[in-house]
Structures are given as C-alpha cells and as structure tokens.
C-alpha cells in the first residue's frame, strides 16, 4: 500500500475497461463477465455492453427455470460448469446470481430472479455460489437490494419498511454472504427508502459487513455510481465501468484533504488486491460443449413444471401427433439485456420430438405477429389430429431488463390461437414460454395439459420431448404463484410508482404471503407441480425445540419421480401480522415406484421469528407454531405444533405506555382490573378499551381516575423489577 501513490489507488477502484479491472505496480487487473446463467465473454477489444457479440457459452436454463427446480444439488451442479466455462474463457469473476425477489409478476427482469420467496432465492443462490467459486471463480451476488422492478431503475426511490427488507428482500443475501461468502456483492441502481445503494452506508456497511460478516468486494453495478466519494464513504469498492476522470479527481482530491477518505480508499484498494489475489488460476482448459449441453438438458427438465394433466400426458412414442406454434420451431430460451448468451448450439422441441415420434407441423403465427392463413391452416391440422402440442409464448421484445411488462396477457393472437384449436381437439396440451407468469384466462379449463417450460436455455427443446413422452418425470414446483388476475398481485397497486418513488404498500404480503392470508384463489398455487406418479406423506414428527421437522414420502404410483417436500410455519395469533404460512424448508427427494423416505428438515430461530422494529433484533413471541407439510402455499397434508417461549424483550413500563400495556402487564394488570371491578361498561361501551391506546399520563388528568403518583409509582417499580413480574407470571398462570 505504502508503495501506491493516490493516484495509482484511485485508479485502482474503477475498472480499466468494461470488462476489466486496473493494474498497478504489484497487482493484476482481473477480468469479468455477465452471467448468471451462461458466460457473456466479450472480445477483449470491446468497450462497451457487447451485446450479441460474446464468445459461444452453453446457455443454462436462466433462474426463473432453475429455480421451479427447486433442487439445490442440480444448481450448484450448473455453478460448477459455469466456473469451468469462466476459467476457459479466462473470465475471474462471473456476475451472477441474480437474487431479487419478484415482487411483481411484471418486472421485466423476473427470468433472471428466482423466486417470489427468500428461502428458495437464498437457498438456490447459495448453491449457485458454491458451484461457481469451487472452480476458483469469484460470484457476483446482485443486485443488492430492493430492485424489483426495471421501470425507472436508475433513480427510482425503493420506500421499504425495516420490517419488510429484513423479512423479504434481504434474507436471500444474508443467506448467501453468511454461508457462501461471495468475492463480489454488486449494489444495484435503485434507492432504497431515499439513498443511492451505492451510496447507502446502513446497506453496504453496517447490514453487509457489520452484521453479516461480508468480507469480499462491493462492486456498483454498471454505472451505478453518482457520487464516488460518497460511495467510497458508504462501503462501495469497486466502481465499473471505469475510468470515470471525474470519479478519479474526487477521490484524490478528497483522499488527499481528509485522513478518514483516505483510510477507506485504502481499505477499498486492500479490498481490490484481494480480489485479485484470489483470481490466481491460469485460463483452464476448454470446456466440455457435449457434457455441458447435457446437463443444461437435465435442468431443463426439472425447471418445467406441469401445472395441469387430465391424463393425456406423457404420450406415447411412435404415435403421430400434431406440433403446432412457432416456438416449436424457433424457440425463445432465455431474456433479453446483459444476460443474454451466445449459445454453442439450440435444439428446437420440434427437431427433438421429430426423433420420437410421427410429427405434423403448422406454425400457426410467426414472431413477427398475427397471420390468418398460418392461423387456419393450424386449426385445420388440429382437426384431423389425433393430439396436439401447441406451443405459445411471450414475444422476445415482451421481457428484458430495463423495462417492465404492462400486463400479464399472452398476444391476443395467441390466445385466439389456443380457442379455435382448443374447440376442434379435445387433446390439447399447451407448452408455454415466458419468462415472468402469464395468464392462463381465459383458455385455462379447454386445455387438457398445461406445461410451464419458462425459458429452459439451449437445450430446452430436448427437455421438452424427455418429459412429454415421459423419459423424465416431470418434477417442477412453481416458484411464484399464478394469479387469476393481475389486479390480485398485492403489489398492483403500488407498481412501479412514479418517476421518483415506488412504495412497498404490501410490506411483508408479496406473492403467496398475500393470497393464502388473504384467503385470494389464484390460478396456481406457489409450490404446485404435478407429476407423473403420486406421492403420499405420513409420520410427521417435529422436535420439541422446533429446529427439526421429520416425515415420510412414499411413492405410490406407477412409475418413478421426484417429490419436493415443501415445509411451511404457521405463527400464532400477535399483535404483529404476520403471513398465515411461510416455506421455511424444502427437499427434494428421488423415489422408485413404492419406495418411502424419510426426510429431514431442520429449522433454526429463524424460521419462527419476525423482525422487531422496536428493539432492531428477530424475536419469536410465544405460542403455538404449526408445522405443515404441503404440496404448495395452499394445499396442507400434514401438521404438527410446537409450543415456544416468547424471546421478546420485556418492555419497561412507563408512565408514557398506554392503558392497554398496563392492564396486559402480570404485575399491573390484575391489580388495575381488580379496582376496576372489571369491565366497565357506559353506554353500552367498554371504557377500558375505549382509552386502550392513550398513555398513563394522560389518563391521570381525568379527574376522577382513582390512583394517586405515589401509588402509581409503587407499581412501576413492582413492574419493573423483573423478580416480582416473574412470580406474577408463575402465579397469572396458575391461577389460569
Ligand atoms: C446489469 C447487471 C450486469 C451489468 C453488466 C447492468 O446493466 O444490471 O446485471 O451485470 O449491467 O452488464
């Protein structure tokens, strides 16, 4: 460090290129790509985004297909190729995974997040991270935090509760940083309740590194930074792309005037050395293009998820069928913007389901839109066939980062589509493409199979012809709920706020938290796949200290599968709301025709606990939580209580708390409510309840309130002294 001058540090904080970071006496500069769900390497020579112009990557199923997998050991699996794809390309760190939580159906980024939960973005992310970095390649954990919509991302004011960041839109980094450490947490565009992420030191600094222990580097994302010694000041590191001169004059002017701008820009450039001290490995080996088209094969078969069957599926091999929808043909298979990959090869479903069976073809539109005579001659072939695939989907243009989607509508043409085939054949499965949900109204009931293919990657069309035929169980789970209607999304109306500010109106009630709670139906449920066998649960047993959970899963049907063993919490009654149920643990579990397991699920504080504004820390309140297994947010098979203390502080009495805490206190309460003489009721109105929420002190002034100062302050002190509020528990409860 003392070898540096200001200058050479500055330099050393923002990147060289767009893709590169400085060099300076004694340090490399490193290289970096996009990601997440395939290595976007760009030519060296580029100095700009690249798009479309990066070296051929096996393109993954991107997150909103991994994630319906819900299978840890197939995403770390998928980290692990990317890493062995980075260190051929000679990339050290690869930026991905994107965490965020979906929020809204809308957001036009969705294919690139993994879930409306914490739990499965964190556990998922987590497994990404591990895959990638065992391969000596650095992750990029993004984009922190609450950016949960593209439109106006760059200013856009995210106004979120403490309650809510802490329950829903950090826990899925928390979970990642505390258990993978990251080399790299990419601060996203937005505000959060008023500060640039990259400006905001309670995110970068006190929740990132001081309660959680982060010990990487904080990199902007791109372009993300407005004030640079402001960023430096708040724990942003890394500034990409670079140079920006104005960033450099900053910083050294403000290094050399102030000792404390200094210390942290040594400390960023302590960060950076670092980060290129552990990209040592040399460019690998060229990867494996077979092996890797094969395992995004695999993953895309369980990133479908078979949302309705009424028996037609799987069909059989050798019998003619008719393919109809131009996706078959010229699949969409992953978004647009900074993720986009080159891919090494694309197998179309129809080629695939070609080598299986007798196939008729009628494209039925074309991308470019709506066309009558490809329409008719569709529903001519699905008159005399016997069964139908009939692919349709979200136009490319529909979903991208930088912008959102206005509805959730699949093109009116698409829809008709499906009507006139859906009237001629009863055997009709739909195969959908689409990165964010979409409606399924109003042709949902004239489907006989509705399969959500998502964005499956380059070898999604093979995926595709492995579970219709049946080769593969389909094993899927839905990530985020379907809705009936866009206007039931809980964030509808607060999505995506004006120009400057979008208000999280729902607080903790995103996606199923909102529609189980508020008792809404929806399409389909968070959690729901189906499968080709059936699978039964039994034996629930739950540790009485509820951090272990323990049931059996049999396979009752025909054929093997996979299950996803979902694993919910129900909170008692508080007086903080809380969502009726919320996954708390999952596993996923092969199992051979009449095969049973037992699975384990444990559970920490956590999983019971909500956050307490009051007090900055989680806390459980006593009661009874049930534990329930279920086959989605909605549908509950099994259930078991355990009873826990209440871990909430006892809260001091005061002359300021109000009546309500005085009569609810052990100690205060029977005493009060004895002199009472019990409710007191004028005029058909319980006093005692009508003056619940005003303080002591005020309701001292009225002038016939009977108690004295001097008593008063006898029985703070009796409440207060955590001996006698003891043997007043004790005592309340006995006397029941
Ligand atoms: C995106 C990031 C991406 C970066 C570099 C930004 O626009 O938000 O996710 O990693 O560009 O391409």
Known sequence: MAQLSVEEKASLVAGATFWKTAAAPGIAPITVADGPHGVRRTPDSGQDFGLGESLPATCFPPATGLASSWNRDLVERVG????????????????????????SPLCGRNFEYFSEDPIISGELGASYVRGLQSRGVGASLKHFAANNQETNRMTVSAEVDERTLRELYLPAFENVVKREQPWTVMCSYNRINGVYAAENEWLLTRVLREEWGFTGLVVSDWGAVDDRV???????????PGPVADSHAALV????????????????????RRLVTRSTLEKGPDFDVDAHHALARSAATESMVLLKNDGVLPLEAGKPIAVIGQFARS?????????????????PALDALMLTTPVEFASGYSHAGPDEALHAEAVQLAEQAETVLLFVGLPEGDESEGYDRTDLDLPAH?????????????????????????????????????????????????????????SVNPSGRLSESIPLRLQDNPSYLNFPGDLTTVRYGEGVFVGYRYYET????????????????????????????????????????????KEVVQLYVS????????????????????????????????????????????????????????????????????????????SRPAEKLTLESPVTAWLQHPVTGPIFRRAAGGDVVEGGANVLDMVGSMSMRRLLRFPDVPVSAAQLKALLVAANNPVVRGIARVVGRKRG
């Open 80 to 103: 692990q190729a990317l890493g062995d794809e980075s260190r051929a390309q000679g990339v050290n760190v690869l930026l991905g995974p994107g965490i965020n939580i979906k929020r």
């Open 230 to 240: 402001a960023a430096l000041r708040a724990g942003l590191d890394l500034e990409m």
């Open 253 to 272: 002017a403000a290094a050399r005037s102030n000792a404390r701008d200094e210390k942290h820009l040594d400390t960023s450039v302590e960060r950076v």
């Open 331 to 347: 699949p969409r298979f992953q978004g647009a913007g900074s993720s986009q990959v080159n891919p090494t090869r694309v197998e």
């Open 414 to 470: 698409q829809v008709a589509l499906i009507q006139a085939v859906t009237a001629v054949n009863p055997r009709v499965v739909v195969v959908l493409t689409n990165g964010g949900v979409v409606s399924l109204e109003p042709w949902h009931d004239s489907a006989a199979a509705i399969l959500e293919t998502w964005l499956l990657g380059q070898a999604g069309g093979a995926a595709i012809a492995d579970v219709v035929f049946g």
């Open 518 to 561: 508020a008792t809404l139906p929806v399409r389909y449920p968070f959690g729901h796949g189906l499968s080709y066998t059936s699978f039964e649960y039994s034996d629930l047993e739950v540790a009485k200290d509820g951090t272990l959970a323990t049931v059996t899963v049999t396979n009752t049907g025909a054929v093997g599968g």
């Open 571 to 646: 909170p008692p009654a508080s007086d903080v709301r809380r969502p009726v149920r919320e996954l708390r643990g999952f596993a996923k579990v092969w199992l051979e025709p009449g095969a049973s397991t037992r699975v384990e699920l444990a559970l920490t504080s956590r999983a019971y606990s909500y956050w307490d504004v009051a007090s900055s820390t989680w806390v459980t309140a006593g009661g009874d939580y049930v534990l329930q297994i279920a086959r989605s947010a909605h549908e509950v098979v099994l259930e078991a209580t355990v009873t826990l203390n209440d």
